[in-house]
């Protein structure tokens, strides 16, 4: 092990007008000799007590993280709310605490303890947050020497950030995890004929009787995850939604429709099958395989579903930032976010197969005020595709193409 062999964090938060100009402050120090490893007061905007609050536990973990990573670590705070949410004994419900105590939860190593402390012996993170407000410092300030300092030395120079050469995808990865679980619907009529059925079809056919019972063991298989779950947002083509519908009442949350997660229009090749495509357009079949920007039977392409599909993307990931959101969807949307959260070119989608009833697990990190609207910045890590609840067989060709 390097460094300490334990850490204490002690952090604090406060706003002026509750919400008001906010910070917070935090201090690491080595538990046996309770020298100041770091320090970070921070400004953060207008802000609540509790949030202040949260992001100075925030900080703390994260110096802790860079500066201590092997050391156990205890937790120091005056609000009672946040270690005892933290503790596990209090529910988090206000919408504005959970991606907070999300990611302290992601930051915190394995047996970290919280204690409340009264105020006054929390009077240095405190301090840390009032010289922020005061405009008197302004981000992390590392010890030259933490092994030979008190508790009140000195600070270095603040900076913005703690130096570091860890890899970019680390750091991300820290931030605040939004999951989505991307369940393919089930089978209709078309599905076990092999029918183009795009986003507007005419016939636009429901779940057949099999097609429910195969939504209905997903959601079985799903509903541990039921108090974890924010919503179901299901395309409002109808075997979609209601494959959502079904989803949204076994696990207990409520169904928001999104048009962008909808299935690709195939214009005239609608309901047609993939044989009877090449027998009557066999030009544009040929010139559509493997291209992005070919649309099928006057349709759409891929690159017009891509842009609603991440328009609708972020869209969701703005409103559930630190949540769990299960998306019920089709083929090609879902092809389309597992692409863009690989970094894969979309003409991966022809190289990629999801089954009906199918899941794919997609995690997304952005900071804890959420990703920024129309940036395009999103970093992810695929979890899961394209797969299947227990029972089913995972070679079964009779819904192939």
């Given at each position: 092990m390097t460094g300490p062999r334990a850490v204490v964090i002690e952090a604090d938060g406060g706003s002026r007008g509750n919400p008001g100009n906010a910070a917070y402050g935090a201090v690491l120090k080595d538990a046996d000799t309770g020298a100041v490893i770091a320090e970070d007061g921070t400004r953060i905007g207008v802000a609540s007590n509790n949030v202040a609050e949260y992001r100075g536990l925030i900080a703390g973990l994260e110096l802790a993280a860079e500066l201590a990573p092997d050391a156990d670590v205890e937790v120091r705070m005056d609000s009672k709310l946040v270690v005892e949410q933290m503790s596990g004994n209090w529910k988090i419900k206000h919408p504005d605490m959970k991606p907070l105590a999300l990611e302290a939860n992601r930051l915190a190593p394995f047996g970290t303890t919280y204690t409340w402390v009264p105020r006054e012996q929390n009077k240095h993170a405190d301090?840390?947050?009032?010289?922020?407000?005061?405009?008197k410092r302004s981000g992390v300030t590392v010890a030259a020497d933490p092994g030979h300092r008190g508790d009140e030395a000195a600070p270095t120079e603040a900076t913005?950030?703690?130096?570091?050469?860890e890899p970019r995808w680390v750091a991300w990865r820290r931030q605040v995890q939004t999951t989505l679980v991307l369940?393919?619907?089930?089978?209709?009529?078309?599905?076990t004929q092999k029918r183009f059925s795009g986003g507007t079809s005419s016939a636009n056919p429901g779940l057949s009787e099999e097609?429910?019972?195969?939504?209905?063991?997903?959601a079985e298989w799903?509903?541990?995850?039921?108090?974890?779950?924010?919503?179901?947002?299901?395309?409002?083509?109808?075997?979609?939604?209601?494959?959502?519908?079904?989803?949204?009442?076994?696990?207990?949350?409520?169904?928001?429709?999104?048009?962008?997660f909808a299935e690709m229009d195939f214009g005239t090749w609608d309901g047609l099958t993939f044989?009877?495509?090449?027998?009557?357009?066999?030009?544009?079949?040929?010139?559509?395989?493997?291209?992005t920007d070919q649309r099928p039977g006057g349709g759409e392409s891929l690159q017009m579903v891509r842009d609603r599909v991440l328009a609708a993307?972020?869209?969701?990931?703005?409103?559930?930032?630190?949540?769990?959101?299960?998306?019920a969807s089709h083929v090609t949307p879902i092809k389309v976010v597992v692409a863009d959260a690989i970094g894969a070119p979309l003409e991966s989608q022809f190289r990629m197969e999801l089954r009906p009833a199918s899941v794919t697990v997609v995690s997304f990190f952005s900071p804890p005020e959420g990703p920024v609207p129309g940036s395009g910045e999103r970093h992810a890590s695929l979890r899961a595709f394209n797969t299947l609840a227990?029972?089913?067989?995972?070679?079964?060709?009779s819904t192939r193409w």
């Open positions: 301090r840390l947050a009032n010289e922020a407000l005061d405009g913005d950030a703690v130096e570091t050469d369940v393919r619907h089930g089978v209709t009529e078309h599905t097609g429910r019972a195969q939504v209905r063991s997903v799903l509903a541990p995850l039921g108090d974890r779950v924010d919503a179901v947002v299901a395309s409002p083509v109808r075997r979609a939604l209601e494959s959502g519908q079904i989803l949204a009442e076994r696990l207990g949350v409520p169904v928001e429709e999104e048009p962008g044989e009877e495509v090449a027998a009557e357009y066999p030009a544009d079949l040929d010139a559509w395989v493997g291209t993307l972020d869209g969701v990931l703005a409103r559930h930032v630190g949540g769990t959101v299960v998306v227990p029972g089913v067989d995972l070679l079964d060709e």
